[in-house]
């Protein structure tokens, strides 16, 4: 099955108390943490605050920029990312072991910002070596994340699924994965045929809804909300082997519009519905369209037992994308 988390992306206006609560009140399995809003707080305090909820940390978010993108040099750009390995180690200690899913940490390579696009490659094939090594001996997962070409400007080259899975793939290294982003390709052509080597190379899998294509600055939507095949996607990577986190990131004015608290519960219900049909051997799960507005049907029926348990089932801005 899979396990579901939920991003501080989707709930700016909560602290990490509002979030750790609501994180067990849903019975989410993990939440994924965003940097910039835990800068105010020490480490040492939200290692505490995460341990004493029980609460597993999925992701830390992010890093890269390491073709110069963002103003840093290169030589910056790594030593942030080794910063950030050592804080999801932090946060993560003894996640491994008591869940079996080390933490990971999510990496934008940059735009080409000038370069060639080899050459974009070697910076970011550098950086990586240079990283794995810490990774590896604190427990961490490096993954990248390719964004689709309309929704990629300002921070990635890496804009085609096929390729960023073969860079994966090059690493050879458990600690070197992927992080597949289904509001950017969700609905890509390769899907079916790329999802067995998907499901084996990805740490986790984003999820949020459109309408359209992926532009930036389009809102993130809750699932069922849009019009991306999601559950036909997450039932196809589950067969095809993937046992990691499935990050729910909503992010935009429906969010705000339904509140925090329903957003959760929409999710819980959402991601309860999928792993129902999933353990069915639903036929569903082989369709890449949802039955119209299907997620949304789950949550009206199933929101009275929303909050029921089912854990199975640096200074960037917030984008969209």
């Given at each position: 099955m899979f396990d579901v988390a939920v991003s501080q992306l989707t709930t700016p206006r909560w602290d990490l108390a509002q979030e750790l609560a609501a994180v067990m009140e849903h019975g989410l399995?993990?939440?994924s943490l965003w940097r910039p809003k835990l800068s105010d707080t020490s480490l040492e305090s939200v290692a505490?605050?995460?341990a004493a909820a029980g609460v597993r940390v999925s992701s830390l978010q992010w890093v890269g920029g390491f073709t110069g993108s963002d103003g840093r040099t290169f030589a910056e750009s790594v030593a942030d990312a080794a910063e950030a390995i050592a804080m999801a180690a932090t946060l993560g200690s003894g996640a491994a072991a008591r869940f079996g899913r080390p933490p990971v940490v999510v990496v934008h390579s940059g735009c080409r910002a000038g370069h060639t696009r080899s050459h974009a490659v070697r910076l970011l094939v550098e950086a990586v070596e240079t990283l794995a090594p810490l990774a590896r001996a604190e427990g961490v997962v490096l993954a990248l994340r390719p964004m689709h070409p309309q929704a990629?400007?300002?921070?990635s080259f890496l804009t085609q699924l096929d390729d960023s899975l073969e860079l994966v793939e090059r690493f050879a290294d458990p600690h070197v994965r992927l992080a597949l982003d289904l509001w950017q390709f969700g609905d890509a052509s390769e899907f079916d045929a790329l999802a067995p080597r998907l499901a084996a190379a990805a740490a986790l899998v984003h999820v949020a809804d459109r309408r359209g294509p992926p532009v930036a600055h389009a809102d993130r939507l809750p699932p069922g909300r849009g019009e991306l095949p999601l559950e036909a996607c997450v039932s196809?990577?589950?067969g095809c082997g993937f046992c990691g986190d499935v990050e729910f990131d909503p992010v935009g004015e429906m969010v705000?519009?339904?509140?925090?608290?329903?957003a959760f519960a929409e999710i819980r219900a959402v991601a309860d519905g999928w792993g129902d049909r999933i353990a069915a051997g639903s036929p569903a799960?082989?369709?890449?369209v949802d039955p119209p507005h299907q997620q949304l049907r789950d949550v009206q029926r199933r929101g009275a037992g929303a909050g029921s348990r089912r854990s199975q089932a640096s200074t960037q801005a917030v984008s969209r994308g």
């Open positions: 399995a993990a939440m505490a605050a995460v990629s400007a300002g921070c196809q990577l589950v705000q519009e339904l509140g925090y608290d329903a799960r082989m369709r890449r």
